[in-house]
């Protein structure tokens, strides 16, 4: 199946810090999204992104398909944005291949 | 819009009893959800597809007669966790595919934690 890469696995940021999320894939895919898994568990949907660039508030997501990689930008860091993000694509049918995770620890 | 919840959200259960968890999309029609199982500080692993009114689909290694997927509804689809032993304590979650704008993305359930005693 197609493998989906993260890094970095693990980042720890001063609130109020900028950081670069990076997802690698190894195959062509007709859809990446991104999610947040807070501290409960709940995934919470942020960009259907499977390729140019998109913009929500303090987030934004580029995914760059012919270069086989998205980045999701996180701007002016909040306590809140504490947890997992995962990457997931989908390639043919429409079953979604998670990544590695990047655990986020923003510390006040 | 786009509401997908799981019940329970916990469940403890001796070693060779069934569970039974629920997932349902709360305000739209899902003819495919999914169910995935997460391990303590891994990813999502995909476990099954579900469709509507037809069986569903397992992923290589999961076993079919221990996973019991039903899809009754639109809105209903129910994995029932047979036999349980502690390796099967993990954290259970659903998702509900929805196609809008051209476009398919799958909304998740908040997860169920299972642990077997």
């Known amino acids: 199946g197609i493998q989906v890469e993260q890094s970095p696995p693990d980042l720890i940021l001063q609130e109020g810090a900028n950081s670069t999320l990076r997802c690698n894939f190894s195959?062509?895919?007709?859809?990446l999204q991104w999610f947040h898994q807070n501290p409960w568990g709940q995934l919470i949907n942020l960009f259907y992104?499977?390729?140019g660039t998109k913009q929500n508030g303090r987030l934004s997501a580029t995914t760059v398909a012919t270069e086989r990689y998205s980045l999701l930008y996180i701007s002016s860091s909040q306590t809140t944005d504490s947890g997992v993000y995962f990457c997931?694509?989908?390639?043919?049918?429409?079953?979604?291949?998670f990544g590695t995770g990047t655990r986020l620890t923003v510390i006040p | 819009g786009a509401v997908v919840s799981q019940h329970p959200s916990w469940v403890i259960c001796k070693s060779g009893t069934s569970v039974k968890i629920e997932c349902r999309s709360l305000d739209f029609q899902a003819t495919t959800m999914f169910w995935y199982r997460q391990f303590p500080k891994q990813s999502l692993m995909l476990m099954a597809t579900s469709n509507e009114g037809s069986k569903a689909t397992y992923e290589q290694g999961v076993e079919k007669d221990k996973f019991l997927i039903n899809h009754a509804s639109l809105t209903l689809s129910t994995l029932t966790v047979t036999s349980a032993h502690p390796e099967d304590s993990s954290f259970y979650i659903c998702?509900?595919?929805?196609?809008?704008?051209?476009?398919?993305?799958?909304?998740f359930g908040p997860g169920t934690r299972l642990t077997v005693t």
């Open positions: 195959d062509s895919v007709n859809n």
């Open positions: 998702s509900a595919s929805l196609s809008a704008s051209g476009k398919k993305s799958q909304y």
């Open positions: 997931a694509v989908e390639s043919g049918a429409n079953n979604l291949f």
């Open positions: 992104i499977p390729s």
